[in-house]
């Protein structure tokens, strides 16, 4: 029991020290309240406003994907290091691990879980007519009443091929 005393001992110290710590704040800390010490800190900036959005669940997905791999990563170095001394079944355990984290892993793409733009539009083929130009769907602003600018030289314009 003697040989745990120093672990007891630096126990109670570092108690003693935390209480110790908060009692000192509450005695000596000046309270002073302002409305500037009680609204939210954003890097002097008064907010306004709340926030525009949450964060998407998408960003803990790819927070969670990260902490997965790290955690197999922790795993597989102590692994490598002691590959000849684990033999087969050390092997196979290794590649069931990863196999099922591999896994997951296809499974969180196939869900779009890294998918952070916005939904891509599928054209479907034959749904654009081929007469849709530029030219024949963007109005010019402030072009009523000028004269066409001439297509420059060596281009392929509204007329056909290259000169």
Not at 34 to 55: D, N, V
Not at 60 to 67: N, R
Not at 78 to 107: C, K, R, W
Not at 130 to 139: I, M, Q, S
Request: hydrophobic share 55%; net charge neutral.
């Amino acid at each position: 029991m003697g040989q745990y005393l120093p672990i007891f001992a630096l126990l109670v110290l570092a108690v003693l020290f935390g209480a110790g710590s908060f009692v000192a704040s509450r005695l000596l800390a000046p309270r002073l309240p302002t409305s500037a010490k009680l609204g939210p800190y954003e890097c002097g900036i008064e907010p306004s406003r709340e926030p525009p959005r949450r964060f998407s669940v998408r960003f803990y997905l790819v927070a969670m994907i990260f902490i997965v791999f790290d955690v197999e990563v922790m795993f597989l170095f102590p692994f490598a290091t002691v590959l000849d001394d684990v033999g087969l079944f050390g092997f196979v355990a290794v590649m069931i691990f990863s196999v099922a984290l591999f896994e997951s892993f296809l499974y969180l793409l196939g869900n779009g879980a890294l998918e952070w733009g916005p939904t891509a539009r599928k054209v479907l083929p034959g749904a654009v007519a081929p007469a849709r130009t530029a030219a024949t769907t963007v109005r010019r602003v402030g072009a009523e009443g000028r004269e066409p600018v001439p297509a420059l030289a060596g281009s392929a314009g509204e007329g056909g091929a290259a000169a």
